[in-house]
């Protein structure tokens, strides 16, 4: 009997294999497995590929998750932020204007009152819909320079397809009501997120892999596939298949295809995606955590003058994932053609936004570059990744994963997709 052949041994292709009941192989190219979710130790602190807090709303995926890393998650409450003029909204921005300076504050209460009554619908231009949604003040102040910074593009371009599980939507009367008073509701999909107690995301992924290590093949870099004869080649062996799951980028699955139609070629030239660059720093402090980051999970930086769009805490998620004294902070980049800053460039801007203390020490830094890290969401994508998906399926290859199904996906989803596919009829 073939086997089928999985390709990718991240999040994504790890459940499949997890839950498949077939035989199978999987090719890793990578030296460990765990793609995005892998975490970096280093000189006594814990990295992950920037913040990989993970959200669930099935039971079923956390006893999974406990089960395989025979552990409780810890549940964190999130305690996120957007600094701005100095200050620190609470996030979600648009329910918390009440923290921002009066100048500002009074740009968005004008702008929800002004707002145009407009039609919305699921893919218009995101700086319309933004617009739409919470007025010019909110959008001037956070929805536009933010999101212009975290897509690096044009934001009439990119659609709002995406915002429905990330973007809170509060009402006008709220977004006003807490403009005058401070708001203690829990807002958004990951209000509070679940993490290991130790050893950072990738646990999950050597939780995993312990179960799985006897049908992973690491280090083979699948360089072509031959999907008229079943065929992949991978290290200059080829393996047949029955069916192909392919958790790979979908414009590299297709450039991968030994003779592919020019459609479809020509189709997967089209998608567009942004690429992060993340920074890890491990410091330890001289007095005390510095205040601007004092028990913050995350903070949005949404001003120009700063380069990147987000800096995070990991020891405040989770302390053991820094020495004692310490902390260690991620600080993320998009672009796709921009330079990103290195290291020591990085570091004094953090020291401008005081999110590093005055004499404290630098103890490790390290620079994680992600080539894929969001799918951008304009008018092309839905159509492109249905005829390219159609002719892979169509061929016996399914496609898995945030990059494979070209998709803003997360780590709960990324499981429960495996699942599903795992229990296709063609798959038992
Ligand atoms: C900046 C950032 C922050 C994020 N934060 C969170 C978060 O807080 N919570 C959350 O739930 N999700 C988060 N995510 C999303 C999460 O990282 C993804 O949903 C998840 O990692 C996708 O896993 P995957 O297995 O589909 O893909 P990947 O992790 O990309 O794995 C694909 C694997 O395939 C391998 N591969 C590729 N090509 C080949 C080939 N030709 N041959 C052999 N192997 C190959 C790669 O080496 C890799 O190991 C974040 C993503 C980014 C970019």
């Known amino acids: 009997m073939t086997n089928n052949i999985v390709i990718g ?13 077939k035989p199978y192989i999987l090719f890793e190219r990578s030296n460990e497995p765990g793609g995005l979710c892998k975490s970096i130790k280093e000189d006594g602190f814990t990295f992950d590929y920037s913040g990989h807090f993970i959200h669930i709303k099935d039971p079923a995926v956390k006893n999974l998750l406990e089960k395989l890393i025979d552990q409780k998650l810890l549940t964190v409450k999130r305690n996120a932020a957007i600094y701005i003029k100095k200050s620190f909204v609470p996030f979600p ?3 918390n204007l009440y923290y921002l300076p009066e100048k500002e504050k009074q740009d968005c209460i004008d702008g929800i009152k002004k707002r145009k009554n407009i039609k919305i619908y699921n893919d218009m231009p995101f700086i319309d819909w933004a617009n739409a949604m919470f007025g010019a003040g909110i959008t001037k102040h956070f929805m536009a320079p933010y999101n212009e910074k975290l897509w690096n593009c044009d934001l009439k371009k990119l659609t709002a397809a995406w915002t429905a599980p990330f973007v809170p939507k509060p009402d006008a009367d709220s977004i006003l009501k807490y403009a005058y008073e401070k708001n203690e509701n829990d807002y958004g ?5 679940y993490y290991p107690a130790e050893n950072g995301c990738g646990h999950i992924i050597n939780g995993f892999y312990k179960q799985l290590k006897n049908s992973i093949i690491k280090n083979a870099d699948v360089s072509e596939i031959d999907y008229k004869n079943k065929t992949v080649f ?8 029955d069916k192909l799951i392919s958790t790979q980028p979908l414009p590299e699955l297709v450039k991968m295809l030994k003779n592919a139609p020019d459609a479809v070629i020509k189709t997967a030239s089209k998608l567009k995606w942004t690429s992060v660059r993340c920074i890890n720093i491990g410091i330890k402090y001289k007095k005390e955590i510095p205040a601007n980051i004092k028990g913050r999970h995350w903070i949005y930086m949404p001003e120009k003058q700063f380069p990147f769009y987000r800096v995070g805490v990991y020891s405040n998620a989770n302390p053991k994932l820094a020495p004692k004294n310490c902390y260690g902070l991620y600080v993320e980049f998009s672009g796709k053609d921009n330079v990103f800053l290195n290291c020591s460039d990085t570091i004094k801007y953090l020291k401008k936004a005081g999110m590093i203390g005055d004499g404290d020490e630098i103890l490790t830094a390290n620079i994680v570059d992600m080539p894929y890290a969001y799918v951008i969401f304009d008018q092309n994508r839905q159509k492109a990744v249905d005829t390219i998906t159609d002719f892979l399926n169509s061929n016996g290859i399914y496609t898995l994963g945030r990059y494979a199904r070209w998709e803003y996906s997360f780590i709960e989803k990324n499981i429960t997709d495996a699942k599903k596919l795992a229990e296709r009829p063609e798959f038992k």
Do not use: D, M, P, V
Request: aromatic residues 32%.
């Open 93 to 95: 921005f648009q329910a």
């Open 189 to 193: 999909y990951n209000s509070s997120f």
């Open 234 to 241: 991978t290290n200059g062996s080829y393996f047949r298949y």
């Open 9 to 21: 041994g991240g999040i994504s292709g790890l459940s499949f294999a997890y839950f498949t009941k």
